[in-house]
Each structure stands twice: as structure tokens, then as C-alpha cells.
């Protein structure tokens, strides 16, 4: 299957089944692994280049690209379990405890620099970003990324952001 | 060099500015360096010639002293890694340069070192130093011996291997590498060569950890040394073991936050004393090791004098590295005291921490340290005294099991602060080191996080993390002048004479380091990181935001 070719408003569907058959190469794994010990997980099947729907489009037009979505979307069971996946893979480490921000940025302001979309998320943890962001995809499945997305996405911004007033 | 001298005093014998005239004291030119972040590190002056290194991306300014407004002569704008962005834990700062032989050497914070044309402006050498996948970064000043150029990594929070190497200083090739921990081989420790004063044995950095724990025990280099030309001796301080949780790695762990004195031309090891074995409480002790001449108990003394993060100041007999004075110069609660018989401290069981004793509660001091080693301490011999900024904080300290996975962080402790006693979050303060006494001290809201410099004038300036750079009675601690500067002061103040004949005073503003990690609501510049105040401290972004000055003063 050419996943590059697939179109934006077809293929989320098709490609979150892709994703869970990725995972699926990891039944057994229950729980992803790494939690509190050195234990990697394999690398499941390369995901595919997702399109960021923020960007700005040369002519208005769209380039090609997936619109990925996280299988475990707002499941709390899953985003406890990112949780602890956010410290045992040392993501704290850089994003702070409640991923407040530390040497990373917050992950909790509602606020994303690389995308708030599923796939955005997803990348970034992936693959990793410019600036130290190291990629988790060679020692993390599928599984345990989405895990990790739907914790972030779980975290509740304060009420107001934007402001910081003193009496 | 970076502390004015080899015995990182960090005084200045000029006095034209004296405490009788420096409440006249006005900036006189300023220059924004275009980069945010903490503005650690100095300015150096030479030849009319003013250098500075900015945070990453590490740009290089020479300012033309001897024209209207200081232009450029050039600026040195180096490749530098932006990953090594989020692999230095603290903020991406840098410690400043050393001139030499018409070359300004310094460390880019993706692990080079560079050799520049102090004229030009053009490269003499680059080496690579230090490897970004190990976790190991380089904000350190590098500093030169003879034709040793030497150098350290940070990553006490990824688990590096940590090291000194020693490069040529016409070359940049690498002569020697040292590591902090490990076999004696690989430690450069040589029969009959070294002889610490409080040790016996063989192979104490390798039998001091469990099996290869060495190997990602931390140990980094990142604060600043010393020289003492008749003893051949350079000093440095180790930083912390890792991980946090002490459990993770049984023993002394030697040699972490330990005082190392090595010979400059081949690195090996003559002595070595260790202030924190085995940590529990991440005190790294890369304060600068001060040389002084003191009179200890009726006799001459060449000791060094060391603030620690621990909260202990230690004067050290710098030939053989025997404790000669130890004293708490801030609230210390982790142990009771230091055993002069056996150089080693009194433990308080209660502030033991690791992750099977949970959530220890209020350790006194915090991992900012009493003092942090990113603001050198300065000595006066004109007073006798020594200069600190202090902090008065206190932590909880929560150890988990942390695991190791390359370019990644191998922390496992989540440790809140809280001010402490008083209430004031730090304190400046005047330290005799040949009794271990507090002289005078100022009390201040915030923790107190700028080096100092001490004059020939009895001015000793320092400033503060709202931004006020202030000038205080060398002998009294008497506040004399103060003026706010752009941003918050993590920097070191300067001094230097114009090609005027008139005397100037030079610090960098731009609040960073810990405190954009503890303080982040500081920031401004990136509209997707957006974060609460700090919980022990909720109103410094009141005071200051994010910047990059370049200031100088005169009258």
C-alpha cells in the first residue's frame, strides 16, 4: 500500500486500521514496555508522512498526506498508562513533571508548536524535533507512542492561559 | 581568563571607583547581544577589546573599546548543533572565554572547541570535544595552562562519562583525557603520582560503584578552575552522580562532586577529595576552587576555599587536600557537620534519600546548591574576605527508579523548594575562610544567582535575579549604589580601563539557566510554551522577562 498517496478525507480511517495492524505485531506487549526498567520495544512498521494542516499553502492548495488519528483518543486507561510511560522513557526528564515545562516546552498550555493534531503529536515523538526533541521511534512501538499522545492530550490547560495577573 | 586570574579571585586591583564615588556610577553604553536565554559568564577585556559569547548559537562580538559607541571590529557566528538546545539540562548558556597567545578560545554547546583570531575574527581550530548522542554538552569556559587548553562536559542529568580532556593550545589536538570516574587507567591515577590526603588504595573510582554503574555515573565538568604555578596544580570540581536516586548506584561513587587536582601538561591526577560521597541530593561541586595565602590558627596556609552546592565552605590545604576548615555558610540540615579526621560529612540519617525512603521532606540546602557554581565567588586581599551569592532554599526530595536510555535524561527525583528559614530566598555575603565565619550578609527576596567582583576601590559588585546590579562596601556590606538592568543577572561583573584611563564596569542582563527551567513564565518569545508561575516563587516574571544586555557603567 502506498500510504504517501493516500488523500486527507479517505484516509484517516484507513490508516488508524494501519496503525492498530502495526500495533497488533506487539499483542502480548499489554502494556508497553519500558516502564521502570531498560526494556525497549521494538520498532513496528515506519508510519506514514502525516500533513500539517496549519501550515500555510503555497496557491491554497493542500500538498498530499495522511491525517492520522490516535486509536486511543481521550481513553483514560490509555493515557494512564502514557503517564507512566512520560517518566519510565525520561520524557519528564525535559517537559517537567506534568510536563509543565523544563528545558522542553509545556505540553499541558494547550498550546503545540509542531500541531495539536493527532498526527502532529505523534511525529514529533516519532521522529523528534530540531532543538534536542530525541526520536523515540526506534526503541518505542506504535502502541506506546499513541499511549504517550493520549496522555498530553489528556492534560487539562488552566483556565486562563494567556494571562498572569498580579495584585 | 575568565576569573581575572589563575587563582580565580575574581578581584581587580583598579580603584578609581571607590566607595566614596560610586553612587556616581551611569551605564555609559549598552548593546543587546539578539539572543534570550541565561546570560551566564563574563565579558573579557584585552587590547581595547571587548569579547562576548553569547548563549547558543555561542555568536562571538568584539567591540571596538578605543572608538565612539563600540562597533564591532567583527563577529564570529559558529555552526553550532541546535539539538544540543534540549540536551543541555539547564538553558543553553555558555561561561564565557579565555585569551591567549591573541587567540579567544571557547566552547560551542554542541561539544566544540574553538580557537579564534583575537584580530580577526577567523578560526585558528575547531575540535570536537564532546558527543550530543552521549548526553554530553559544553558550556564550560575552557581554561589554559601553558599549552594546555582544558576542558569539560556537562550531563550530570544524562548519564555521561564524565571527563577533562586536555588539548594543545597551537593545535587543538586532543594530548589527554581524563575521566572523573572509573579505573585508575582511565582516571589517569599513576603509582606513586597521586596522593590524596584522606584515601587509601587502588582503583577508589572504580570500586566505589557497582559493576559499569561508572560508566553512566555522571561526574561532569562545568564550572571553573584554577592554577597554582609553584605547585603545577591545576583545580577543578566534579558534578553529580547519576541518576538522582542514590540507590541506583551503592557507594562513594567516586570521583562526583570531589575536588580533582591534576599536572596541566598530562592530566594525571596528584590529589583528589570528595565534599558529598555518595549523593543523594544532586551536589554537584564545580564551584570554583579560590586561591588565597591564609593565616590559619597562627600559621601561613596556600589553601583553596570552596563554596559547594552542599552548603559547606571548605578551606583546603591546595598541596596535599587536607580539610582545614569547614563550616555550613547557609542552612544545612543533610549533615551535622564535616569530620576534619576523616574529611568525610556527618550524616542526618532522616535527610537520606533514595526511591525506597519515598518523599524525603525538607533537606536544607536544595540542588540549586548553598551557592550555585554558575556565580563564582570573589576574594579581596585588600579585606581578607570572600564574596558569595547565596540562596536560602530548602527541598523535598522524591527518588525513583530511573532508567538509562542514550540521549535521554537519567534523572529519577522530582525535588519542589521551598524558601527557607527567614523567608528570603537568598542572601549576599561576606565569608572568612580562615575561621569559617559569616561576616556581614544582605538579605534578598529572590535567590541570588550573579558571580562578583571585588576592587581595589573596596566595591564589591554583584546583582540580582529582578535585575538590579548594585555595589555594596567591601568591609561592611553597606549598599552603596544599584541600578536596574533589563533583565534578571546570572552573569559575572567586570572590570577593566578604558583606553581613556578611566575605569569601567561591565555585566551581562538576561535572567536563564535554572531559572528559566524554575521560572518559565519569564518567557515571551514562543507563543506554544506558555507556563505557570513557579510555586515557591510567583511573582519574579513581575519583575523581569527573558533578555540579552550587554551593560557598562563608569562615571
Known sequence: MDIRAVGATAGSVVLAALLVVGCRQHEGARTPAVTG?????????????????????????????AIITNPYQGDARSAKQGEALFSSMNCDGCHGGGATGWVGPSL???????????????????????????????????????KLVTYVQSLQPPEDVPTEAWK | MPAGDNSATRFSPLARIDAGNVNGLRPVWTFSTGVLGGHEGQPLVVNNTMYVVTPYPNVLYAFDLAREGYPLKWKYRPAVNPNAVGMACCDAINRGAFYVNGMI?????????????ANTGREVWKTQIADLAQGETTPVAPFVVGNRVIVGASGGEFGIHGWTKGLDLATGHIAWTAYNTGPDSLVLVKPGVFKPFYDTGTQLALTSWPKDAWKIGGGPVWGWMSYDPSLDLVYYGVGNPAPYNAEQRVGDNKWTNSVLARRPEDGSLVWAYQFTPHDGWDYDAVSEMILADLTIGGRKRTVLVHFDKNGF??????????????????????????????????????????ASKGNVKNICPTLEGGKSPASPAAYSPRTGLFYVSTNNMCMDYAATQAAHIRGTPYIGATTPY???????MGAFIAWDAATGRRVWEIREKYPVWSGVLATGGSVVFYGTLDGWFKAVDARSGKPLWKFKVGSGIVGNPITYTGPDGRQYVAIYAGIGGDWFLLAGDVRSDDPADVRPPADFMQDIARYTSQGGMVWIFGL
Open chain 1, 108 to 146: 499541558a498550555d494547550g498550546r503545540w508548536r509542531y500541531g495539536a493534531a493527532d498526527g502532529e503529536i505523534f511525529q514529533s515523538i516519532w521522529y523528534g524535533r530540531p532543538h534536542g526533541m530525541p526520536a523515540y521511534g526506534g526503541i518505542a512501538n506504535t502502541e506506546a507512542v499513541w
Open chain 2, 105 to 117: 578560545i571557547y566552547n560551542l554547546l554542541d561539544g566544540h572547541t574553538v580557537a579564534i583570531d
Open chain 2, 418 to 424: 521551598h524558601a527557607g528559614p527567614g523567608g528570603n
Open chain 1, 37 to 65: 526498567s531498560t526494556e525497549l520495544i521494538r520498532a513496528g512498521a515506519a508510519p506514514p508522512a502525516v500533513r500539517h494542516d496549519e501550515h500555510v499553502a503555497a496557491g491554497g492548495v493542500q500538498p498530499p498526506g
Open chain 2, 313 to 354: 565552605a571548605y578551606t583546603i590545604d591546595r598541596a596535599t587536600g587536607e580539610v582545614l576548615v569547614a563550616k555550613p555558610f547557609v542552612e544545612v540540615n543533610w549533615a551535622k557537620g564535616v569530620d576534619l579526621k576523616t574529611g568525610r560529612p556527618v550524616l542526618d540519617s532522616s535527610k537520606m534519600t533514595g
